[in-house]
């Protein structure tokens, strides 16, 4: 089946440094790559779709600047948080969609990062 | 607007049955996902349903009725690995996935 990495899977670090997380889809092209973001107990919440070799497109409330989405390849998405604050701890799971065999889109997720910001 | 609506929470007994509606309500529509969650990990798919009716895969089955915009997971011979949020998502006219909240399944022994 289709496999989406994400590394890191735990990232702590100092408020005010940047974060990077990378997204992967291992054997498959994914030209539309999701980025959700999900705080305990709360379903997940889509920040931006990212497509292939274009700008990211960010959901309402979503600050571009301070979320970095790059998707350069088919295979590959990241997410850069820049000067992280506390608040922005929370679980980020990416997914890659693609056809399915039987014809219809699929997402598939990433296992998730964890950021913990101090 | 756009809209999904599902149970919080849910509690059931080991090896019992049990039935996690969802009612949505999208732009268009091009598929109805169920996707299982436990706590501290990403989303697993379960289903995918398009058509009217009831798609059976082991221990699990989901049903779809469009008119009504209405679907069902149901989870046969409950297991204690089965506790964890499952959520349901549809598909609108733009491919993108509109998220319920999620139900809380707890199982009891």
Known sequence: GAVVSQHPSRV????G???KIECRSLDFQATTMFWYRQFPK??????ATSNEGSKATYEQGVEKDKFLINHASLTLSTLTVTSAHPEDSSFYICSARTLSREGYNEQFFGPGTRLTVL | GQNIDQPTEMT?????????????QTSGFNGLFWYQQHAGEAPTFLSYNVLDGLEEKGRF????????????????ELQMKDSASYLCAAMDSNYQLIWGAGTKLIIKP
């Not at chain 2, 059931?12 to 969802?22: D, L, P, R, S, Y």
């Not at chain 2, 089955?61 to 046969?76: C, E, I, V």
């Open chain 1, 17 to 19: 440094t940047s974060v």
């Open chain 1, 42 to 47: 709360q379903s997940l919440m889509l920040m």
């Open chain 2, 12 to 24: 059931a007994t080991e090896g019992a049955i049990v039935q996690i509606n969802c009612t949505y």
């Open chain 1, 12 to 15: 702590i670090c100092k408020s």
């Open chain 2, 61 to 76: 089955s989901s049903f779809l009725s469009r008119s009504k915009g209405y679907s069902y997971l149901l989870l046969k």
